[in-house]
């Protein structure tokens, strides 16, 4: 079955990271709540790779900062729109995303939605 992912990268506070992983873990349940196939969220351990560009040197990443990995399964590119809109009306959301109490900076956050090419 064609699959979709939203795939997410951004730079944590270090000291930021166990409120990040607590607002995961409650986003996580409500976009299962809508239907996400699965949500993941990965914090960085291996960034000093000897090839390509570690994250976060390309995400300018202060040395008190570490990178999370995230990303949201869907069946669709047409199941993720209709879980996303869903999920954007769902009041824990909403509760959230208060950009003050935000324990990362959101504008440094890269984003964008892939279609499945090969899967095992």
């Given at each position: 079955m064609p699959k979709y992912v939203d795939g997410f990268v951004l730079p944590v506070p270090k000291k930021n990271l166990a409120a990040y992983f607590k607002m995961a873990k409650a986003a996580s349940k409500v976009w299962r709540d809508h239907g996400?196939?699965?949500?993941?969220?990965?914090?960085?351990?291996?960034?000093?790779?000897?090839?390509?560009?570690?994250?976060?040197?390309?995400?300018?990443?202060?040395?008190?900062?570490?990178?999370?990995?995230?990303?949201?399964?869907?069946?669709?590119?047409?199941?993720?729109?209709?879980?996303?809109?869903?999920?954007?009306?769902?009041?824990?959301?909403?509760?959230?995303c208060d950009e003050k109490n935000m324990p990362f900076d959101a504008k440094r956050m890269l984003y964008g939605g892939f279609s499945v090419a090969v899967e095992i």
């Open positions: 996400a196939l699965e949500y993941r969220e990965c914090v960085g351990e291996d960034m000093k790779v000897k090839f390509g560009t570690p994250f976060p040197k390309q995400m300018n990443c202060k040395p008190s900062e570490t990178v999370v990995f995230s990303w949201i399964v869907y069946k669709s590119r047409a199941h993720r729109d209709q879980v996303n809109a869903k999920v954007m009306k769902d009041p824990r959301i909403a509760e959230m």
